[in-house]
Protein backbone atom coordinates (compact mmCIF):
# COMPACT_ATOMS: atom_id res chain seq x y z
CA UNK A 1 0.00 0.00 0.00
CA UNK A 2 1.08 3.42 -0.82
CA UNK A 3 1.43 5.56 2.21
CA UNK A 4 0.95 9.32 2.54
CA UNK A 5 4.44 11.73 2.62
CA UNK A 6 7.42 10.19 3.21
CA UNK A 7 7.99 10.23 6.85
CA UNK A 8 4.35 9.86 8.39
CA UNK A 9 4.45 6.56 9.95
CA UNK A 10 2.27 4.07 7.62
CA UNK A 11 -0.78 2.95 10.95
CA UNK A 12 -1.80 6.46 11.10
CA UNK A 13 -2.58 7.02 6.93
CA UNK A 14 -4.03 3.11 7.28
CA UNK A 15 -5.93 4.51 10.29
CA UNK A 16 -7.48 7.20 8.60
CA UNK A 17 -8.31 5.82 5.96
CA UNK A 18 -10.42 3.46 7.65
CA UNK A 19 -12.22 6.12 9.14
CA UNK A 20 -12.88 7.52 5.76
CA UNK A 21 -14.50 4.84 4.64
CA UNK A 22 -16.69 5.12 7.52
CA UNK A 23 -17.75 8.06 7.26
CA UNK A 24 -18.42 6.96 3.02
CA UNK A 25 -20.27 4.29 4.49
CA UNK A 26 -22.34 6.67 6.43
CA UNK A 27 -23.39 8.81 3.91
CA UNK A 28 -24.32 6.17 1.78
CA UNK A 29 -26.61 4.52 4.04
CA UNK A 30 -29.47 7.20 3.47
CA UNK A 31 -29.28 5.84 0.35
CA UNK A 32 -29.77 2.21 1.25
CA UNK A 33 -31.84 2.72 3.45
CA UNK A 34 -34.54 5.08 1.00
CA UNK A 35 -33.92 1.90 -1.25
CA UNK A 36 -34.24 -0.91 0.89
CA UNK A 37 -38.08 1.04 2.02
CA UNK A 38 -38.93 1.25 -1.84
CA UNK A 39 -38.00 -2.09 -2.27
CA UNK A 40 -39.51 -3.68 0.19
CA UNK A 41 -42.82 -1.83 0.06
CA UNK A 42 -42.93 -2.28 -3.50
CA UNK A 43 -42.28 -6.18 -3.49
CA UNK A 44 -45.09 -6.83 -1.14
CA UNK A 45 -47.39 -4.49 -3.43
CA UNK A 46 -46.28 -6.02 -7.08
CA UNK A 47 -48.14 -9.12 -7.54
CA UNK A 48 -51.28 -7.12 -7.25
CA UNK A 49 -50.91 -4.52 -10.33
CA UNK A 50 -50.39 -8.05 -12.66
CA UNK A 51 -53.44 -9.25 -10.82
CA UNK A 52 -56.17 -9.19 -13.89
CA UNK A 53 -58.49 -8.63 -11.32
CA UNK A 54 -57.14 -4.94 -10.21
CA UNK A 55 -56.54 -2.19 -12.60
CA UNK A 56 -54.25 0.86 -11.93
CA UNK A 57 -56.71 3.78 -12.69
CA UNK A 58 -59.40 2.25 -10.82
CA UNK A 59 -57.11 1.81 -7.99
CA UNK A 60 -56.14 5.88 -8.20
CA UNK A 61 -59.22 7.41 -10.11
CA UNK A 62 -62.26 5.59 -8.08
CA UNK A 63 -63.50 6.14 -5.09
CA UNK A 64 -64.81 2.87 -4.53
CA UNK A 65 -63.12 1.00 -1.51
CA UNK A 66 -64.90 -2.64 -1.34
CA UNK A 67 -62.01 -4.64 -0.09
CA UNK A 68 -63.84 -7.28 1.64
CA UNK A 69 -66.91 -7.47 -0.45
CA UNK A 70 -67.83 -11.37 -1.29
CA UNK A 71 -68.71 -10.48 -4.92
CA UNK A 72 -67.01 -7.57 -6.68
CA UNK A 73 -64.15 -6.11 -4.15
CA UNK A 74 -63.19 -2.71 -5.69
CA UNK A 75 -59.67 -0.77 -4.51
CA UNK A 76 -60.25 2.69 -5.29
CA UNK A 77 -58.27 5.24 -2.84
CA UNK A 78 -59.56 8.23 -4.51
CA UNK A 79 -61.70 9.28 -1.83
CA UNK A 80 -58.69 8.34 0.72
CA UNK A 81 -56.59 11.03 -1.70
CA UNK A 82 -59.15 13.55 -1.48
CA UNK A 83 -59.22 12.87 2.37
CA UNK A 84 -55.23 13.14 3.20
CA UNK A 85 -55.47 16.29 0.32
CA UNK A 86 -57.94 18.41 1.92
CA UNK A 87 -57.28 17.67 5.48
CA UNK A 88 -53.46 18.37 4.77
CA UNK A 89 -54.54 21.78 3.14
CA UNK A 90 -56.66 22.64 5.64
CA UNK A 91 -54.21 22.62 8.21
CA UNK A 92 -51.77 24.28 6.23
CA UNK A 93 -53.98 26.94 5.08
CA UNK A 94 -54.28 27.18 9.12
CA UNK A 95 -51.33 26.73 9.95
CA UNK A 96 -48.87 28.20 7.61
CA UNK A 97 -50.04 32.01 8.88
CA UNK A 98 -49.87 31.13 12.07
CA UNK A 99 -46.78 29.38 12.21
CA UNK A 100 -44.91 32.20 10.19
CA UNK A 101 -47.01 35.13 12.00
CA UNK A 102 -45.00 33.48 15.78
CA UNK A 103 -42.26 32.96 14.43
CA UNK A 104 -41.97 36.69 12.93
CA UNK A 105 -43.22 37.91 16.16
CA UNK A 106 -40.29 35.33 18.28
CA UNK A 107 -37.73 36.59 16.37
CA UNK A 108 -38.15 40.28 15.53
CA UNK A 109 -40.87 41.80 17.74
CA UNK A 110 -41.05 39.93 20.92
CA UNK A 111 -38.35 40.46 24.16
CA UNK A 112 -35.82 37.85 25.57
CA UNK A 113 -37.77 36.76 28.27
CA UNK A 114 -40.87 36.68 26.64
CA UNK A 115 -38.92 34.52 23.66
CA UNK A 116 -37.20 32.15 25.97
CA UNK A 117 -40.76 31.35 27.95
CA UNK A 118 -42.62 31.16 24.42
CA UNK A 119 -40.01 28.74 22.90
CA UNK A 120 -40.47 26.75 25.37
CA UNK A 121 -44.35 26.23 25.50
CA UNK A 122 -43.84 25.85 21.74
CA UNK A 123 -41.22 22.84 22.21
CA UNK A 124 -43.73 21.73 24.66
CA UNK A 125 -46.50 21.60 21.66
CA UNK A 126 -44.10 19.55 19.57
CA UNK A 127 -43.82 16.72 22.09
CA UNK A 128 -47.22 16.19 22.87
CA UNK A 129 -47.61 12.79 21.22
CA UNK A 130 -50.09 12.70 18.09
CA UNK A 131 -52.44 9.58 19.66
CA UNK A 132 -52.95 12.23 22.57
CA UNK A 133 -54.05 15.10 20.10
CA UNK A 134 -56.13 12.46 18.44
CA UNK A 135 -57.77 11.65 21.29
CA UNK A 136 -58.22 16.10 21.73
CA UNK A 137 -59.86 15.60 17.93
CA UNK A 138 -61.99 12.80 19.14
CA UNK A 139 -63.57 14.26 22.63
CA UNK A 140 -63.15 17.83 22.81
CA UNK A 141 -63.02 19.50 19.51
CA UNK A 142 -65.80 16.96 18.04
CA UNK A 143 -68.00 18.62 20.59
CA UNK A 144 -67.10 21.81 20.26
CA UNK A 145 -67.36 21.56 16.01
CA UNK A 146 -70.81 19.86 16.57
CA UNK A 147 -71.84 22.99 19.70
CA UNK A 148 -70.90 25.76 17.06
CA UNK A 149 -71.35 24.47 13.61
CA UNK A 150 -74.54 21.84 13.82
CA UNK A 151 -72.69 19.14 12.17
CA UNK A 152 -73.98 15.74 12.20
CA UNK A 153 -70.54 14.14 13.53
CA UNK A 154 -67.83 16.52 14.69
CA UNK A 155 -65.18 14.39 13.21
CA UNK A 156 -64.36 15.53 10.13
CA UNK A 157 -61.99 17.48 7.97
CA UNK A 158 -62.10 20.76 10.07
CA UNK A 159 -61.53 18.48 12.99
CA UNK A 160 -58.83 16.91 11.44
CA UNK A 161 -57.31 20.32 9.84
CA UNK A 162 -57.22 21.98 13.18
CA UNK A 163 -55.83 19.20 15.28
CA UNK A 164 -53.10 18.44 12.63
CA UNK A 165 -52.18 22.24 12.17
CA UNK A 166 -51.66 22.56 15.85
CA UNK A 167 -49.31 19.35 15.24
CA UNK A 168 -47.50 21.29 12.27
CA UNK A 169 -47.25 24.42 13.62
CA UNK A 170 -44.21 24.29 16.29
CA UNK A 171 -42.27 22.55 13.51
CA UNK A 172 -43.01 25.53 11.25
CA UNK A 173 -42.26 27.98 13.83
CA UNK A 174 -39.13 26.99 14.80
CA UNK A 175 -38.03 26.12 11.39
CA UNK A 176 -38.50 29.60 10.78
CA UNK A 177 -37.89 31.31 13.28
CA UNK A 178 -34.17 29.80 12.71
CA UNK A 179 -34.44 30.82 9.43
CA UNK A 180 -35.09 34.48 10.14
CA UNK A 181 -32.60 34.79 13.21
CA UNK A 182 -30.14 33.01 10.13
CA UNK A 183 -30.79 36.61 8.40
CA UNK A 184 -27.43 38.37 9.57
CA UNK A 185 -28.04 41.51 11.84
CA UNK A 186 -26.43 43.71 9.70
CA UNK A 187 -29.22 43.35 7.13
CA UNK A 188 -31.32 45.21 9.91
CA UNK A 189 -29.13 47.34 10.53
CA UNK A 190 -28.93 48.70 7.21
CA UNK A 191 -32.54 48.71 6.66
CA UNK A 192 -33.37 50.17 9.71
CA UNK A 193 -30.93 53.27 9.32
CA UNK A 194 -32.26 53.77 5.51
CA UNK A 195 -35.81 54.65 7.18
CA UNK A 196 -37.90 51.80 6.97
CA UNK A 197 -40.44 50.70 9.87
CA UNK A 198 -40.21 47.34 11.20
CA UNK A 199 -42.79 45.83 8.86
CA UNK A 200 -41.31 46.91 6.33
CA UNK A 201 -38.09 45.57 7.59
CA UNK A 202 -39.96 42.50 7.59
CA UNK A 203 -41.79 42.44 4.81
CA UNK A 204 -39.02 43.89 2.30
CA UNK A 205 -36.07 42.10 4.01
CA UNK A 206 -36.28 39.51 6.24
CA UNK A 207 -39.06 37.49 4.34
CA UNK A 208 -37.08 37.69 0.84
CA UNK A 209 -34.07 36.86 2.67
CA UNK A 210 -34.97 34.24 4.61
CA UNK A 211 -37.53 32.67 2.02
CA UNK A 212 -35.93 29.40 1.31
CA UNK A 213 -36.00 28.50 5.01
CA UNK A 214 -39.39 29.30 5.25
CA UNK A 215 -40.12 27.41 2.10
CA UNK A 216 -38.70 24.42 3.88
CA UNK A 217 -40.71 25.16 7.04
CA UNK A 218 -43.77 25.02 4.74
CA UNK A 219 -42.84 22.20 3.19
CA UNK A 220 -41.73 20.05 6.16
CA UNK A 221 -45.26 20.90 7.62
CA UNK A 222 -46.73 19.38 4.67
CA UNK A 223 -45.03 16.53 4.55
CA UNK A 224 -45.72 16.31 8.62
CA UNK A 225 -49.40 16.78 7.71
CA UNK A 226 -48.88 13.72 4.51
CA UNK A 227 -47.95 11.42 6.87
CA UNK A 228 -49.52 11.79 10.20
CA UNK A 229 -51.46 8.90 10.68
CA UNK A 230 -53.09 8.44 14.51
CA UNK A 231 -54.26 12.06 14.58
CA UNK A 232 -56.14 11.66 11.45
CA UNK A 233 -57.08 8.64 12.07
CA UNK A 234 -59.11 9.01 15.03
CA UNK A 235 -59.84 12.88 14.32
CA UNK A 236 -61.64 12.61 10.63
CA UNK A 237 -64.57 10.24 11.07
CA UNK A 238 -62.72 7.45 8.80
CA UNK A 239 -65.24 7.90 6.22
CA UNK A 240 -64.69 6.73 2.67
CA UNK A 241 -66.11 9.58 1.14
CA UNK A 242 -65.33 12.94 -1.15
CA UNK A 243 -65.37 15.79 0.99
CA UNK A 244 -67.78 18.65 -0.41
CA UNK A 245 -67.54 20.86 2.75
CA UNK A 246 -65.26 20.71 5.72
CA UNK A 247 -68.00 19.28 8.00
CA UNK A 248 -67.96 15.91 6.08
CA UNK A 249 -65.79 12.66 7.41
CA UNK A 250 -63.21 11.46 6.11
CA UNK A 251 -60.81 8.66 5.52
CA UNK A 252 -56.66 9.60 4.98
CA UNK A 253 -54.52 7.23 3.46
CA UNK A 254 -52.51 6.83 5.61
CA UNK A 255 -54.90 6.04 8.52
CA UNK A 256 -56.85 3.78 5.68
CA UNK A 257 -53.26 1.77 6.36
CA UNK A 258 -53.32 1.78 9.77
CA UNK A 259 -56.76 0.42 10.27
CA UNK A 260 -56.49 -1.78 7.86
CA UNK A 261 -53.65 -4.13 7.70
CA UNK A 262 -53.72 -5.73 10.63
CA UNK A 263 -57.14 -6.90 9.18
CA UNK A 264 -56.17 -8.12 5.81
CA UNK A 265 -54.42 -12.03 5.55
CA UNK A 266 -50.99 -11.14 4.25
CA UNK A 267 -50.26 -11.93 0.76
CA UNK A 268 -53.98 -11.29 0.06
CA UNK A 269 -54.63 -8.72 -2.72
CA UNK A 270 -56.28 -6.83 0.16
CA UNK A 271 -52.89 -6.69 1.47
CA UNK A 272 -51.18 -5.81 -1.12
CA UNK A 273 -53.24 -2.68 -2.30
CA UNK A 274 -52.52 -1.56 1.53
CA UNK A 275 -49.10 -1.72 0.35
CA UNK A 276 -49.34 -0.42 -2.81
CA UNK A 277 -51.27 2.57 -1.01
CA UNK A 278 -47.63 2.74 0.64
CA UNK A 279 -45.76 3.28 -2.35
CA UNK A 280 -48.24 6.06 -3.41
CA UNK A 281 -47.89 7.71 0.29
CA UNK A 282 -44.13 7.36 -0.94
CA UNK A 283 -44.52 8.88 -3.99
CA UNK A 284 -46.03 11.49 -2.72
CA UNK A 285 -43.38 12.99 -0.19
CA UNK A 286 -41.03 12.42 -2.44
CA UNK A 287 -42.49 14.47 -5.34
CA UNK A 288 -42.98 17.33 -2.37
CA UNK A 289 -39.46 17.05 -1.52
CA UNK A 290 -38.74 17.48 -4.88
CA UNK A 291 -40.38 20.29 -5.48
CA UNK A 292 -38.78 21.60 -2.34
CA UNK A 293 -35.82 21.13 -3.79
CA UNK A 294 -35.96 22.15 -6.91
CA UNK A 295 -37.07 25.37 -6.15
CA UNK A 296 -34.41 26.16 -2.91
CA UNK A 297 -31.76 25.24 -5.84
CA UNK A 298 -33.51 27.78 -8.27
CA UNK A 299 -33.56 30.24 -5.54
CA UNK A 300 -29.76 29.93 -4.98
CA UNK A 301 -28.91 29.60 -9.03
CA UNK A 302 -30.28 33.40 -8.90
CA UNK B 1 -39.00 69.70 4.13
CA UNK B 2 -36.94 71.40 6.50
CA UNK B 3 -36.00 75.26 8.01
CA UNK B 4 -32.52 76.00 6.50
CA UNK B 5 -32.91 79.46 8.56
CA UNK B 6 -31.80 77.60 11.35
CA UNK B 7 -28.13 78.51 12.69
CA UNK B 8 -25.35 77.11 10.84
CA UNK B 9 -24.95 74.60 13.12
CA UNK B 10 -26.32 71.53 11.16
CA UNK B 11 -25.57 69.12 14.19
CA UNK B 12 -25.30 70.07 18.04
CA UNK B 13 -24.09 67.28 20.52
CA UNK B 14 -24.18 67.77 24.10
CA UNK B 15 -22.88 66.55 26.78
CA UNK B 16 -23.37 63.47 25.33
CA UNK B 17 -22.76 60.46 27.26
CA UNK B 18 -23.03 56.83 26.37
CA UNK B 19 -22.90 53.43 28.03
CA UNK B 20 -23.56 49.92 27.30
CA UNK B 21 -24.27 48.11 30.10
CA UNK B 22 -21.67 49.78 33.17
CA UNK B 23 -19.28 50.51 30.94
CA UNK B 24 -19.38 54.25 29.94
CA UNK B 25 -17.82 54.63 26.41
CA UNK B 26 -18.12 58.14 25.58
CA UNK B 27 -18.19 60.02 28.34
CA UNK B 28 -19.82 63.94 27.74
CA UNK B 29 -18.74 65.35 24.58
CA UNK B 30 -19.86 68.38 23.43
CA UNK B 31 -19.15 69.76 19.83
CA UNK B 32 -21.07 71.40 16.73
CA UNK B 33 -21.21 70.24 13.01
CA UNK B 34 -21.92 73.26 10.42
CA UNK B 35 -23.81 73.22 7.61
CA UNK B 36 -22.26 71.63 4.55
CA UNK B 37 -19.34 71.13 6.19
CA UNK B 38 -17.04 67.76 6.10
CA UNK B 39 -16.19 67.17 9.48
CA UNK B 40 -13.60 64.71 10.22
CA UNK B 41 -13.43 62.16 12.68
CA UNK B 42 -10.06 60.46 13.65
CA UNK B 43 -9.19 58.17 16.06
CA UNK B 44 -7.60 54.78 17.39
CA UNK B 45 -10.27 51.67 17.46
CA UNK B 46 -12.24 51.51 20.58
CA UNK B 47 -12.27 55.97 21.11
CA UNK B 48 -16.43 55.68 20.12
CA UNK B 49 -16.69 57.28 16.52
CA UNK B 50 -18.97 54.22 15.59
CA UNK B 51 -21.18 54.48 18.12
CA UNK B 52 -21.02 58.05 18.24
CA UNK B 53 -23.11 57.69 14.73
CA UNK B 54 -25.78 55.46 16.23
CA UNK B 55 -26.57 58.06 18.55
CA UNK B 56 -27.25 60.09 16.36
CA UNK B 57 -29.57 58.51 13.89
CA UNK B 58 -30.75 55.97 16.53
CA UNK B 59 -29.89 52.82 15.45
CA UNK B 60 -28.47 52.29 19.13
CA UNK B 61 -31.67 52.08 20.25
CA UNK B 62 -31.53 48.61 18.75
CA UNK B 63 -28.49 47.08 21.10
CA UNK B 64 -29.91 46.37 24.23
CA UNK B 65 -28.88 47.72 27.58
CA UNK B 66 -27.08 51.37 26.29
CA UNK B 67 -27.99 54.03 28.80
CA UNK B 68 -27.70 57.65 26.29
CA UNK B 69 -27.57 60.63 28.07
CA UNK B 70 -26.66 64.31 26.90
CA UNK B 71 -28.52 65.91 23.88
CA UNK B 72 -27.89 65.65 20.45
CA UNK B 73 -29.95 68.19 17.71
CA UNK B 74 -30.30 67.70 14.25
CA UNK B 75 -32.26 71.10 12.85
CA UNK B 76 -32.93 72.41 15.98
CA UNK B 77 -34.71 69.25 16.75
CA UNK B 78 -33.33 66.83 19.57
CA UNK B 79 -33.22 63.30 18.23
CA UNK B 80 -34.63 61.39 20.81
CA UNK B 81 -37.61 63.77 21.30
CA UNK B 82 -38.39 63.27 17.53
CA UNK B 83 -41.87 62.30 16.65
CA UNK B 84 -40.47 60.50 13.83
CA UNK B 85 -37.34 58.74 14.25
CA UNK B 86 -38.11 57.03 10.72
CA UNK B 87 -38.33 60.69 9.20
CA UNK B 88 -35.00 61.62 10.99
CA UNK B 89 -32.83 58.27 9.99
CA UNK B 90 -33.82 58.85 6.21
CA UNK B 91 -32.35 62.68 6.69
CA UNK B 92 -29.00 60.47 7.70
CA UNK B 93 -27.59 58.81 4.85
CA UNK B 94 -25.36 56.08 6.69
CA UNK B 95 -22.57 54.03 5.09
CA UNK B 96 -20.81 51.07 7.07
CA UNK B 97 -17.35 50.02 7.39
CA UNK B 98 -18.01 46.74 5.36
CA UNK B 99 -20.26 47.09 2.75
CA UNK B 100 -24.17 45.59 3.13
CA UNK B 101 -25.55 44.82 0.03
CA UNK B 102 -29.02 43.90 0.82
CA UNK B 103 -30.30 40.52 -0.78
CA UNK B 104 -31.52 42.57 -3.38
CA UNK B 105 -30.96 43.51 -6.92
CA UNK B 106 -28.99 46.56 -8.00
CA UNK B 107 -31.82 48.54 -8.74
CA UNK B 108 -33.89 47.22 -5.86
CA UNK B 109 -31.00 48.58 -3.48
CA UNK B 110 -31.14 52.00 -4.86
CA UNK B 111 -34.96 51.91 -5.08
CA UNK B 112 -35.59 50.52 -1.13
CA UNK B 113 -36.07 53.50 0.75
CA UNK B 114 -37.67 55.35 -1.89
CA UNK B 115 -39.85 52.56 -2.47
CA UNK B 116 -40.30 52.18 1.63
CA UNK B 117 -41.37 56.61 2.11
CA UNK B 118 -44.12 55.07 -0.46
CA UNK B 119 -42.18 56.31 -3.91
CA UNK B 120 -43.69 53.81 -6.76
CA UNK B 121 -43.84 55.70 -10.16
CA UNK B 122 -41.60 53.45 -11.98
CA UNK B 123 -40.67 56.56 -14.23
CA UNK B 124 -38.97 58.86 -11.09
CA UNK B 125 -37.84 55.38 -9.46
CA UNK B 126 -35.93 54.61 -12.70
CA UNK B 127 -34.56 58.41 -12.85
CA UNK B 128 -33.90 58.41 -8.95
CA UNK B 129 -31.49 55.51 -9.03
CA UNK B 130 -30.29 56.59 -11.97
CA UNK B 131 -28.85 59.82 -10.15
CA UNK B 132 -27.85 57.92 -7.04
CA UNK B 133 -25.73 55.67 -9.04
CA UNK B 134 -24.21 58.43 -11.13
CA UNK B 135 -23.34 60.24 -7.61
CA UNK B 136 -21.79 57.34 -6.04
CA UNK B 137 -19.57 56.81 -9.34
CA UNK B 138 -21.37 53.22 -10.15
CA UNK B 139 -23.43 53.74 -13.23
CA UNK B 140 -20.94 53.56 -16.03
CA UNK B 141 -20.33 49.57 -14.15
CA UNK B 142 -23.57 48.69 -13.43
CA UNK B 143 -26.13 50.38 -16.06
CA UNK B 144 -26.25 46.87 -18.11
CA UNK B 145 -27.03 44.61 -15.01
CA UNK B 146 -29.30 46.61 -12.12
CA UNK B 147 -31.53 43.48 -12.23
CA UNK B 148 -28.57 40.83 -11.09
CA UNK B 149 -28.13 40.91 -7.13
CA UNK B 150 -26.18 43.60 -5.42
CA UNK B 151 -24.31 40.91 -3.03
CA UNK B 152 -22.32 39.90 -6.77
CA UNK B 153 -20.41 43.03 -7.12
CA UNK B 154 -16.89 43.37 -6.33
CA UNK B 155 -15.74 44.83 -2.71
CA UNK B 156 -15.74 48.33 -3.96
CA UNK B 157 -18.63 48.06 -5.68
CA UNK B 158 -21.51 46.92 -3.44
CA UNK B 159 -19.41 49.66 -0.98
CA UNK B 160 -20.33 52.55 -3.89
CA UNK B 161 -23.56 50.77 -3.90
CA UNK B 162 -24.29 51.02 -0.43
CA UNK B 163 -23.13 55.02 -1.11
CA UNK B 164 -25.37 54.83 -3.61
CA UNK B 165 -28.26 53.28 -1.35
CA UNK B 166 -27.50 56.30 1.30
CA UNK B 167 -27.92 59.10 -1.01
CA UNK B 168 -31.41 57.44 -2.35
CA UNK B 169 -33.76 59.04 0.30
CA UNK B 170 -31.88 62.62 0.16
CA UNK B 171 -30.32 62.60 3.15
CA UNK B 172 -28.83 66.27 4.30
CA UNK B 173 -26.20 64.34 6.40
CA UNK B 174 -24.18 61.83 4.98
CA UNK B 175 -22.31 60.03 7.90
CA UNK B 176 -19.28 57.54 6.45
CA UNK B 177 -17.78 55.20 8.85
CA UNK B 178 -14.51 53.82 7.58
CA UNK B 179 -15.81 53.37 4.51
CA UNK B 180 -12.56 52.66 2.55
CA UNK B 181 -11.80 49.78 4.85
CA UNK B 182 -12.32 47.51 2.23
CA UNK B 183 -11.58 48.98 -0.83
CA UNK B 184 -8.77 49.73 -3.03
CA UNK B 185 -7.20 53.12 -2.95
CA UNK B 186 -7.76 53.76 -6.21
CA UNK B 187 -11.87 52.80 -5.96
CA UNK B 188 -11.22 55.35 -2.81
CA UNK B 189 -9.95 57.91 -4.40
CA UNK B 190 -13.11 58.21 -7.17
CA UNK B 191 -15.21 57.43 -3.77
CA UNK B 192 -13.52 60.84 -2.19
CA UNK B 193 -13.94 63.16 -5.16
CA UNK B 194 -17.74 62.10 -5.11
CA UNK B 195 -17.79 63.64 -1.80
CA UNK B 196 -16.15 66.45 -2.68
CA UNK B 197 -18.58 66.90 -5.08
CA UNK B 198 -21.71 66.41 -2.85
CA UNK B 199 -20.16 68.54 -0.12
CA UNK B 200 -22.05 71.50 -1.71
CA UNK B 201 -25.42 70.30 -0.64
CA UNK B 202 -25.11 67.87 2.15
CA UNK B 203 -22.90 67.87 5.80
CA UNK B 204 -21.03 64.80 5.91
CA UNK B 205 -19.09 63.13 8.65
CA UNK B 206 -16.04 61.06 8.37
CA UNK B 207 -14.85 59.15 10.41
CA UNK B 208 -11.93 57.64 9.29
CA UNK B 209 -8.89 55.50 10.44
CA UNK B 210 -6.89 57.10 7.69
CA UNK B 211 -5.64 60.25 9.15
CA UNK B 212 -4.58 61.09 5.52
CA UNK B 213 -8.12 60.97 4.82
CA UNK B 214 -9.15 63.41 7.30
CA UNK B 215 -6.66 65.97 6.03
CA UNK B 216 -7.20 65.21 2.20
CA UNK B 217 -11.00 66.07 2.63
CA UNK B 218 -11.96 67.27 6.10
CA UNK B 219 -12.59 71.11 6.93
CA UNK B 220 -12.32 70.56 9.98
CA UNK B 221 -11.32 67.30 12.26
CA UNK B 222 -12.21 66.12 15.52
CA UNK B 223 -9.63 63.74 17.03
CA UNK B 224 -11.63 61.58 19.78
CA UNK B 225 -9.62 59.29 22.16
CA UNK B 226 -11.42 56.66 24.60
CA UNK B 227 -14.79 58.62 24.45
CA UNK B 228 -13.01 61.86 24.53
CA UNK B 229 -12.77 64.70 22.16
CA UNK B 230 -9.10 65.60 22.42
CA UNK B 231 -9.04 67.94 19.96
CA UNK B 232 -11.77 69.81 17.18
CA UNK B 233 -10.28 72.53 14.94
CA UNK B 234 -9.77 73.02 11.50
CA UNK B 235 -7.89 70.37 9.51
CA UNK B 236 -4.96 72.65 9.19
CA UNK B 237 -4.94 73.02 12.54
CA UNK B 238 -5.12 69.57 13.07
CA UNK B 239 -2.22 68.44 10.74
CA UNK B 240 -0.01 71.27 11.50
CA UNK B 241 3.45 71.39 13.72
CA UNK B 242 1.22 72.83 16.35
CA UNK B 243 -1.74 71.52 17.42
CA UNK B 244 -2.92 72.65 20.72
CA UNK B 245 -2.86 69.06 22.32
CA UNK B 246 0.34 66.88 21.56
CA UNK B 247 -1.56 64.10 21.68
CA UNK B 248 -2.76 65.19 18.39
CA UNK B 249 0.49 65.48 16.37
CA UNK B 250 1.60 62.09 18.18
CA UNK B 251 -1.30 60.43 16.55
CA UNK B 252 -1.27 62.13 13.45
CA UNK B 253 2.07 61.39 13.25
CA UNK B 254 1.59 57.88 13.56
CA UNK B 255 3.94 58.19 17.18
CA UNK B 256 0.73 57.56 19.58
CA UNK B 257 1.69 54.79 22.13
Known sequence: ?302 | MVNVTASENHIEVRELRLSYGVKEVIHGISFDIRRNEILGVIGPAQSGKTSLLRCLNRTIDFTPDTHVSGTITVDGEDVRRVRNVYALRRKIGMVAPLPVGLPLSIYDNVAFAPRSAGLNRKGELDLMVEQCLRQAALWDEVKDRLDSLGTKLSGGQQQRLTIARALSHQPEILCLDEFSIAIDPVTTMRIEDVLKELRRHMTIILVTNLTQQARRLADRTMFLWKGEIVELDTTNVIFSDKPRDSRTRDYVEGIFG
Open chain 1, 1 to 302: MQCGPPNAPCGRWGGEKILEALVYLCGFSAIIFVLGIFVFVFKEALPVLTNENFSLSQFLFSSDWYPTSESNKRYGVFAMIAGTVSVTGLAMVIAVPFGLGAAIYLSEFCGQKTRETLKIVIEFLAAVPSVVWGFIGLTVMSKLIVQYTGAPVGVNVLNGGIILALMSVPIIVSISEDALKAVPDSYREAAIALGVTRWQLVWRVLLPAAKQGLLAAVLLGVGRGVGETMAVLMATGHAVHIPHSVLDSVRTLTANIAAELGEAPAGSDHYRVLFLTGVLLFTITFGVNLIADTIVRGIRRK
